[in-house]
């Protein structure tokens, strides 16, 4: 709603309705705008969050384990030498 600043009208009814016509227009975009952050912040993100978590505590477990494996390799030849 585009309204004129230096322009407003005097009448107490008509403020009142732009008002109300202005409360209704930010409720609106107030609701518009925690539907996107739910979207950007919710369910789905945090489902995603403990996807790439549970990935990396993953890799982690991988390369603990590689690392396991290649110093017992080590040992076994350094003891054959």
């Not at 016509?21 to 739910?38: D, G, H, I």
């Amino acid at each position: 709603m585009n309204i004129d600043l230096q322009n407003l009208p005097l009448d107490a009814v008509i403020l009142q309705k732009i008002i109300i016509a202005l409360s209704s227009e930010n409720q609106t975009l107030q609701e518009q705008l925690n539907l996107l952050r739910a979207k950007y912040f919710g369910k789905s993100s945090e489902k995603l969050k403990k996807q790439i978590s549970d990935l990396e505590d993953k890799i982690e477990d991988n390369e603990i384990e590689s690392s396991k494996r290649v110093s017992e390799k080590l040992k076994i030849c350094y003891s054959m030498s």
